[in-house]
């Protein structure tokens, strides 16, 4: 479904290498983890795989191919079909990805493109039920609320919500719950699994095994712009081969029940 | 002893004309000579706040915090100066916790100097001692905070914060955000440091992981209110207040995948 | 610091324009090649030759001369009221904003009273009230204009002072006014460096334009403003008798500006 091959990615300016010959490749309905801390090129490779960085900026060699079609080739008006309808991708911080001074209802119809008042209607019907599937009830109270009135764990959700609407084949799910509460967490990965179980298919970057493991069948381990370690998720996180990643897995559980 | 007494902390709402709304509603806390307190919480919990008021960066609106038996919050800017060194904030933000344009070594002199007005020599030597003690190189002296890691800057924060002797050192989420392997190192070097110097720390934190970690005892705040403490817990069945167990469900859905 | 500085052809090109007119200030008696204040009617709109590099004005004086001493009659007065200027307007605000409260809100409302004062109509005033014109020139320069440096200084300080090393530092044990001078004001510097490097210019201008309305220095000074206006009766038989004022003005504001907005430039990356 998505083939990424010996992607490589250099800033222009200092000729920098952020993400060096990374190859791996999601499967129709499979969940793939990007583990990586700060630095490890895990964002830049989902980022670049979403077409959302400046070709003037940096330098992308390499292939990535959706369905059979290279993406890294592809025309403006031809990622119009692919962006946000194929593929979506959930930032990190839902605070700055929406629009601060237009209320949530109104710049949520702007993706749509919806032509008159019954496809109006009929999309709020939509919402309300989508909005009601990630556990927020209240969908007038939503819909009449500019964002800084909503918590990140809330808007998180909204913009889950937004993805499910759009009804894409696969999610690239950026570092969602590091900007959120605990609590947050945990109704956000029951959203995203309840997709999963529906079939659609997930990149999900994070630096938590925790949260890959709920998730994710296969996991990547990127350091410093490589993978170091690609296998299924247990079996990476139960005999990890490479040194960094036997770090990351000691730090993933600090306290231990029942050895205190 | 750090000891406070009702605290209640009020701010305005901003925009909202005259309304105010508890950040810290009531709370009294005890923290003994050494040991290891937690306060878990989400963010708008009022923890930070109740950090800056139990260190007497703030005064609190209602309530009395005292240290040792002197109520500092009824103390004036001279009085409170003379035990500025005995309560030790370490913030969120190393970075931006240090002063931008003064190196390492004037960082770490300053409270030598203002605080025990020790003269050069000696301030040099305390200085590297600090510096062996936070494990940082001897060569990072005569560099500035932004030339350091991240790491680094947090190790430096810490140092300066033992430089004024202090008997609290309070850390509001001074570890959230760093890299997971670098926060494992950071919390294993402070066990270390707690148990060498028997200094009491009071960790602030969202993530009830690193709480059961670190901590001896552990208070779960919610909107501005203590409402439940734990001495010694062993599991996170302990919890028995609905919104720590909310908290507990958070952390072992997680687990339990991983098993 | 200094090494971005050179690595800016801007800033390099501010800086070597700043030098000369610092330069031709210090060392006019030795660049001059006549006195600027020698009168020889006899010899006046002389064409320029060897002797007078750019000939002679209305009354035979020597005019690059009269520039070269232009330059010292102008910073003389520009300088001093930099330095006025950039004390009374860091210390107020600084205080002001540090201490913030009901002295904040003072500094506002005397703020917008001295706003609503023009310049010029402060600069007529007060020349009625002192013998001296370079006095009042002065004056009326840092009355019309504190405030507006004064406005940008609080800011700096609101914005440092709301910066969490500020608590670090209480809790080192410095004092509020140690937090201010050592700690608060050399993180703002760079930004007064740019401030009061750009003022500069502006008072050069400002001071050649209280000339030009005749609130300028004593009569016969050679300083720009009054060559220029001087010139403007003679616009049509020797237009460059207004060229070389004017250019020199322009000169010496460009160069303050110019090496004041590469400061800035320098200096704004730190916050990104």
């Known amino acids: 479904m998505l083939t990424v091959t010996n992607l490589s990615i250099r800033t222009k300016q200092t000729k920098e290498t952020l993400v060096r010959s990374v190859s791996f490749s999601v499967k129709n309905g499979e969940a793939l983890g990007l583990i990586g801390e700060s630095g490890s090129g895990k964002s830049m490779t989902s980022k670049c795989i979403m077409r959302l960085l400046n070709p003037r900026l940096f330098d992308l060699r390499g292939s990535v191919q959706w369905n059979g079609k290279e993406m890294l080739a592809m025309k403006l008006n031809e990622l119009d079909g692919y962006r946000g309808k194929q593929v979506s991708m959930i930032p990190q911080n839902p605070m700055t990805a929406f629009a601060p001074m237009l209320k949530l209802g109104k710049q949520m119809e702007l993706g749509f493109s919806l032509k008159g008042h019954r496809e109006r209607t009929q999309f709020r019907g939509r919402l309300a039920a989508a909005l009601a599937g990630v556990n927020l009830s209240d969908a007038e109270k939503i819909i009449n609320s500019y964002p800084h009135e909503l918590s990140g764990g809330t808007l998180q959700r909204v913009m889950i919500a937004l993805t499910i609407l759009q009804r894409p084949e696969l999610i690239i799910a950026d570092e969602i719950t590091t900007a959120v509460d605990a609590a947050s967490e945990y109704l956000i990965l029951n959203e995203l699994e309840k997709l999963r179980r529906a079939g659609v298919s997930m990149i999900v970057v994070t630096h938590d095994f925790g949260v890959a493991a709920r998730l994710c069948d296969r996991v990547a381990v990127m350091k410093d712009g490589e993978i170091v370690e690609e296998g299924k998720m247990r079996e990476v996180f139960s005999d990890p081969q490479h040194e960094y990643t036997r770090q990351l897995v000691q730090a993933s559980v600090l306290f231990q029940e029942g050895l205190c | 002893m750090l000891k406070a007494e009702h605290i209640t902390k009020q701010y305005q709402i901003p925009g909202g004309g005259h309304t105010v709304f508890d950040a810290v509603s009531d709370v009294s806390i005890e923290l003994g000579n050494g040991g290891v307190t937690a306060i878990v919480g989400e963010s708008g919990s009022g923890k930070s706040t109740l950090a800056r008021v139990l260190s007497y960066v703030e005064r609190p609106d209602g309530g009395r915090v005292f240290l040792d038996g002197l109520e500092v919050s009824a103390c004036g800017r001279k009085e409170l100066r003379a035990v500025r060194g005995k309560v030790q904030l370490v913030m969120q933000n190393a970075l931006g916790s240090l002063d931008p344009h003064q190196s390492v070594v004037s960082i770490l002199e300053e409270p030598l100097r203002l605080l025990f007005h020790m003269g050069a020599e000696k301030r040099k030597q305390r200085c590297l001692e600090l510096l062996d003690m936070a494990r940082l190189e001897r060569d990072t002296l005569r560099r500035r905070p932004d030339e350091l890691s991240g790491g680094q800057q947090k190790r430096l924060c810490i140092a300066r914060a033992l430089a004024t002797q202090p008997q609290h050192i309070i850390f509001d989420e001074s570890f959230s955000g760093l890299d997971v392997t670098l926060k494992k190192q950071v919390l294993g070097f402070l066990k270390e440091l707690q148990t060498e110097l028997q200094i009491s720390f009071l960790v602030i934190t969202h993530d009830l992981d690193t709480a059961m970690y670190m901590a001896d005892a552990i208070h779960v705040m919610r909107r501005g209110k203590i409402i439940e403490t734990l001495e010694h817990p062993k599991s996170f069945s302990d919890f028995q207040e609905p919104y720590s167990q909310e908290l507990v469900k958070a952390v072992r859905s997680k687990r339990r995948a991983l098993q | ?272």
Not at chain 3, 67 to 87: D, E, F, H, K, W
Not at chain 3, 215 to 229: D, I, N, Q, R, S
Request: hydrophobic share 55%; with cysteine; proline share 6%.
């Open chain 3, 1 to 272: 610091m200094i090494r971005k500085i050179m690595h800016r052809p801007q800033a390099v090109l501010g800086l070597a324009m700043m030098l000369l007119v610092f330069l031709v200030m210090l060392l006019a008696p030795v660049f001059a090649p006549n006195d600027p204040m020698q009168l020889n009617v006899a010899h006046s709109f002389a064409p320029p030759d060897a002797q007078y590099p750019l000939g002679t004005d209305e009354l035979g004086r020597c005019i690059l001369s009269r520039l070269i001493y232009g330059a010292r009659a102008s910073l003389s007065i520009a300088l001093p009221t930099l330095l006025l200027l950039a004390v009374i307007s860091t210390v107020v605000a600084t205080l002001c904003a540090y201490v913030g409260g009901a002295l904040d809100r003072m500094f506002e409302v005397v703020s917008n009273i001295f706003m609503a004062f023009p310049p010029f109509l402060v600069a007529i005033t007060l020349v009625g009230l002192f013998e001296s014109k370079a006095a009042s020139i002065v004056l009326s320069i840092v009355i019309a204009m504190w405030v507006w440096n004064a406005r940008v200084v609080r800011t700096h300080v609101l914005r440092e002072r709301n910066q969490p090393y500020v608590i670090t530092c209480r809790m080192s044990g410095c004092s509020e006014l140690r937090i201010v001078f050592r700690h608060i004001i050399p993180n703002i510097l760079p930004h007064l460096l740019v401030l009061y490097s750009t003022g500069l210019s502006s008072i050069i201008i400002m001071i050649s334009s209280y000339a030009f309305l005749g609130l300028g220095l004593e009569t016969g000074t050679a300083e720009w403003g009054a060559m220029f206006v001087n010139a403007n009766k003679l616009i049509f038989s020797h237009p460059l008798f207004l060229v070389y004022p004017g250019l020199c003005i322009l000169f010496a504001a460009a160069g303050f500006n110019l090496f004041g907005e590469a400061l800035r430039d320098i200096c704004a990356p730190r916050e990104g």
